[in-house]
C-alpha cells in the first residue's frame, strides 16, 4: 500500500474502512514511531488508541466489521487483518509470554507470546463468523510476509537464511487456508504459490466473471480440491541492481537460482538448488548441472530486463 502519496493509502486503493498504522515497527502501546504517534480511524488520527495493545484493537474492530455485516451477506466482503503480531519489537503483555516460562532468550519468548496473543484474537473473529452465520461461506487465509528474523533463536530452521534474503528461510512463508468450502481436508499444498496469486484466487471465489492481466494466477481451483496441480510454474523471488550489480532469484519447477548472493561467505556467489531434493539449499548444482545453470542464468538476465523495462 504505502503512505508516500494520500494516492497510496488504503482508502483510495479500494478498501472502505481503515483502521491502523501506516508505518512499521512502532510501539504496540503508545503507537509511536521516532517520536511520531501514528494510529488512524479512516484518515483521520485516532488518539483514543493510545495505550491499548494493537492486537486487542484490531481483533475487537474486525468483530465489529463482521457483526455489523450479518444482515448484507449478498455483498462478498474482504477483511485485511494485517496484525502487528510477531514483529519487532516484540512487545506483548505478561500473561502470554509468561506461558513459556521454560524458554530464557528474551526475543524468543516474546515471539512465542505475541503468537499466542494473534491466536486467541483469530479465535474470537472466527467464533464472530460463527456467530452471524458467515462461516460457513468464509475463506481464511493466515499467511506470513516473510520468514522470521535472525533475532529469534532457530526461527526458520531447517531452512536456510532469514527475513531480508532471498534464501528460504526468508522467503517461503508459512501459511494455511481453512474453509468449508475446500474438500478432501486435512492436506498439505505443495504446490507453487506466490502471494501475487491470492489477488486474483480470490476475485475468482467471489465470482468475477473476468480476471485482470497480472503477475498472479487463479489457484482456486487447485486449492480447493487438491487434484489440481498448481497453474504456477516459475516466480521471481527478487532482483536488485543493473548490469554487475544484479542480485537476486527466480524458480523455474523445482529449481531455484541465487544470483550474486553470499551464502555465510561461503561457497561462491551464484547457487543452483533443487528445493524439492534439497529445501535447506545445502547443495549447490552449478558445476554438476551447468546446461541448467546457463539455462536459469538467461531466464534471470531476462527477467533483469523485464524489470529494467517495466
Not at 41 to 62: G, H, K, V, W
Not at 147 to 154: A, R
Not at 177 to 201: F, G, K, Q
Amino acid at each position: 500500500m504505502g503512505f508516500c502519496d494520500w494516492d497510496y493509502t488504503p482508502l483510495r486503493r479500494g478498501f472502505d474502512t481503515f483502521y491502523g498504522f501506516y508505518t512499521g515497527e512502532e510501539d504496540y502501546y503508545k503507537h509511536t514511531r521516532s517520536g511520531g504517534y501514528d494510529f488512524r480511524e479512516q484518515e483521520n488520527i485516532e488518539a483514543e488508541a493510545n495505550m491499548t495493545y494493537s492486537t486487542d484493537l484490531f481483533t475487537a474492530r474486525a468483530v465489529d466489521i463482521i457483526l455489523s455485516h450479518q444482515h448484507l451477506q449478498l455483498h462478498p466482503m474482504f477483511m485485511y487483518i494485517p496484525y502487528q503480531n510477531i514483529h519487532t519489537p516484540y512487545e506483548v503483555p505478561s500473561k502470554y509470554s509468561d506461558m513459556y516460562p521454560n524458554v530464557e532468550h528474551h526475543n524468543t519468548k516474546r515471539a512465542l507470546g505475541s503468537v499466542t496473543a494473534m491466536d486467541e484474537g483469530i479465535g474470537l473473529i472466527v467464533d464472530a463468523l460463527k456467530y452471524t452465520g458467515m462461516y460457513n461461506n468464509t475463506i481464511i487465509i493466515f499467511s506470513s510476509d516473510n520468514g522470521g528474523t535472525n533475532g529469534v533463536i532457530d526461527a526458520n530452521l531447517p531452512l536456510h537464511g532469514y527475513k531480508g534474503s532471498v534464501w528460504e528461510g526468508g522467503t517461503k512463508g508459512a501459511a494455511f487456508i481453512h474453509s468449508p468450502l475446500l474438500e478432501n481436508t486435512p492436506r498439505v499444498y505443495n504446490e507453487a504459490l506466490h502471494i501475487t496469486d491470492w489477488y486474483n484466487t480470490l476475485l475468482s471465489v467471489a465470482g468475477a466473471k473476468e480476471l485482470p492481466d497480472n503477475d498472479g494466477y487463479d489457484q482456486w481451483e487447485a486449492l480447493q480440491t487438491g487434484t489440481e496441480p498448481s497453474p504456477r510454474q516459475d516466480m521471481v523471488y527478487n532482483i536488485n541492481g543493473f548490469d554487475d550489480d544484479l542480485m537476486g532469484a527466480i524458480r523455474v519447477g523445482d529449481h531455484k537460482y541465487i544470483y550474486n548472493e553470499k551464502k555465510d561467505n561461503d561457497g561462491g556467489d551464484t547457487w543452483l538448488v533443487n528445493l524439492v531434493d534439497d529445501p535447506s539449499e545445502q547443495t549447490n548444482l552449478i558445476e554438476s548441472n551447468p546446461d541448467l545453470a546457463l539455462e536459469m542464468h538467461s531466464l534471470f538476465l531476462a527477467a533483469a530486463e523485464t524489470q529494467m523495462v517495466n
